[in-house]
């Protein structure tokens, strides 16, 4: 069966200091791989989606970067982190014929 | 473009209310459409889905219909307990990339 991992759970990060968030599926290959972040009181917000190894879509201009190295690997990034950048972040994949799955999320707090 | 409006919450009911959030959409085509759901401190799960117009989605009492004429997707379950106090979101997918979110829905049960 396909499983999704992201960590960590929570994070408490000054700001400017940079980020690394990872998520990992097992189980299924050549997913469609997502970051959304889920602010306080507000819906859910894509902000990467990736195809493919080293194919990285931005939905909305901002100060996080993502990666793919691995075909089941997808890393959020920041270099340098703002108090804006505290939230609820879900990492989710799909296939074309399957809906999407998430993972447990990670709460960060930039403080 | 492709977007998702939802019921504003927070609702708070009883339990063994009756409970509805309507969801319309706006997409060009035929998208897909679901109801998320998250339970408090989690990430989200997959509750039903409708992929065609008139399907009718249903999962653990909730029950949502697809209406192309009125664009609509709401989410009714009969009868509420408290284990279903979560937040609800609606979603729909133009294609076989994206998935758009609602703004979510906050809905309290109480004994």
């Known amino acids: 069966s396909q499983t999704i991992h992201q960590w960590p759970a929570t994070l408490v990060q000054p700001v400017g200091s940079p980020l690394s968030l990872e998520c990992t599926v097992e189980?299924?290959?050549?997913?469609?791989l997502y970051w959304y972040r889920q602010a306080a009181g507000r819906g859910l917000q894509l902000l990467f989606y990736?195809?493919?190894?080293?194919?990285i879509s931005s939905e909305v201009p901002q100060n996080l970067s993502a990666s793919r190295p691995q075909d089941r690997q997808f890393i959020l990034s920041s270099k340098k982190l703002l108090l804006s950048d505290s939230g609820f972040y879900l990492c989710?994949?799909?296939?074309?014929?399957?809906?999407?799955?998430f993972g447990q999320g990670t709460r960060l707090t930039v403080v | 473009g492709n977007s998702v409006t939802q019921m504003e919450g927070p609702v708070t009911l009883s339990e063994e209310a009756f409970l509805t959030i309507n969801c319309t959409y706006t997409?060009?085509?035929?998208?897909?459409l679901f109801w998320y759901v998250q339970y408090p401190g989690e990430g989200l799960q997959l509750l039903l889905k409708?992929?065609?117009?008139?399907d009718k989605g249903s999962n653990k009492g909730f029950e949502a219909t697809y209406r192309k004429e009125t664009t609509s997707f709401h989410l009714e379950k009969g009868s509420v307990q408290v284990s279903d106090s979560a937040v609800y979101f609606c979603?729909?997918?133009?294609?076989?990339?994206?998935?758009?979110f609602g703004a979510g829905t906050t809905v309290t049960v109480r004994a």
């Open positions: 409708a992929t065609k117009a008139d």
């Open positions: 979603a729909l997918r133009p294609n076989d990339y994206k998935l758009s």
């Open positions: 989710a994949w799909k296939r074309e014929d399957t809906e999407a799955f």
């Open positions: 990736s195809v493919g190894i080293g194919q």
């Open positions: 189980g299924t290959s050549n997913p469609n």
């Open positions: 997409a060009t085509g035929y998208p897909s």
